[in-house]
């Protein structure tokens, strides 16, 4: 192939590596292997040096180099950034969500599974620095290696600055249209920094489930964050959390705390909150929305290995309760 066809190829690949949306996201070492066809080797594996006398090849070659350490970093950074930090689970355990019979069910199964990420923009994923990273990106390649063989499908309906009133009116066309096994819901945080009525949200969020409920989907409910921002906002946040808590137990669903999970980061394992929170005090970074995805990957993991050992009631969705 060209040098021409090679810087090509590298840059579909490179940018896709970096914009990608993908369920799953694509595997770093592919893309490093794809780009590095882009910087030919001897046989002894030692790189070439190459004349080059014409002052744009020159560039375009620089193009490349450039291209490929790019893909290089992303490799890296999507490898190593769980270990660096290590994401613990909560001092004095964490409260399993519950059953999830129906993705639990396919999946012991071997049949297809499609989970919806219903929120605002920290399930959009603003504060991450590639799509790769984003919490539902995260997820599915979680369930993607803890489950090779598995049809899991991810769909991010993620839409910033929304909450229970903008949700409502995509409800059914981006989520129960979608045929979800099922709906990680998060919300609750615009509400609390916009000042809704938090009574009047928990309704909604009611009315909400009930629908994907009757739709034949597992559901579980993520409260809002902990961090500086939202904590301005103590006595809202408080009744929000309260009662998003409520609906998952009048309901039987799941809820993820999250408030709690990054409160115990920021108290319990006196992480800083620039740790995992972004410079606009709201916003997790992808070490944030790594660990989330990784402890609600776990919980998702253990529902089907109970499912496996005939532990789990299929008809019945155990509330989880606050950490």
Request: with cysteine; proline share 6%.
């Amino acid at each position: 192939m060209s040098f021409v066809g090679h810087l090509s190829r590298l840059a579909v690949v490179a940018a896709f590596a970096a914009s990608t949306t993908l369920a799953f996201p694509i595997s770093s070492s592919v893309a490093y292997a794809e780009a590095a066809q882009a910087a030919p080797a001897d046989s002894k594996g030692a790189d070439q040096s190459v004349a080059v006398n014409d002052p744009a090849d020159a560039a375009k070659r620089g193009v490349a180099a450039k291209a490929i350490d790019k893909v290089k970093e992303v490799a890296k950074t999507a490898t190593d950034i769980l270990s660096r930090v290590p994401c613990r689970t909560p001092k004095g355990g964490m409260k399993a969500m519950g059953a999830l019979p129906h993705v639990a069910s396919k999946l012991v199964a071997g049949k297809p599974v499609v989970i919806v990420a219903f929120g605002s923009s920290s399930t959009e994923g603003y504060g991450s620095t590639a799509p790769e990273f984003t919490y539902p990106n995260r997820l599915a390649a979680q369930l993607h290696r803890a489950y090779p063989s598995a049809n899991i499908t991810v769909l991010n309906r993620g839409k910033g600055g929304e909450d229970a009133p903008e949700m409502m009116a995509r409800l059914q066309s981006e989520v129960i249209n979608s045929k979800p096994d099922l709906v990680i819901w998060q919300v609750g945080t615009n509400a609390v920094l916009r000042n809704l009525d938090p009574g009047e949200t928990s309704k909604m969020v009611e009315d909400g489930v009930a629908r994907i409920q009757a739709a034949g989907a597992d559901l579980v409910l993520v409260d809002p964050q902990y961090s500086p921002l939202v904590n301005t906002r103590p006595e809202g946040t408080s009744k929000m959390v309260s009662l998003l808590h409520k609906v998952a137990e009048l309901r039987k669903v799941g809820i993820f705390p999250r408030f709690e999970v990054m409160k115990e980061w920021h108290e319990g394992q006196q992480m800083s909150f620039d740790s995992f929170v972004i410079a606009d005090g709201l916003h997790m970074n992808d070490w944030g929305y790594a660990c989330f995805a990784q402890l609600l990957g776990d919980n998702i993991i253990k529902s089907v290995g109970q499912v496996k050992l005939g532990i789990n009631e299929p008809q019945i969705q155990q509330a989880q309760k606050p950490l």
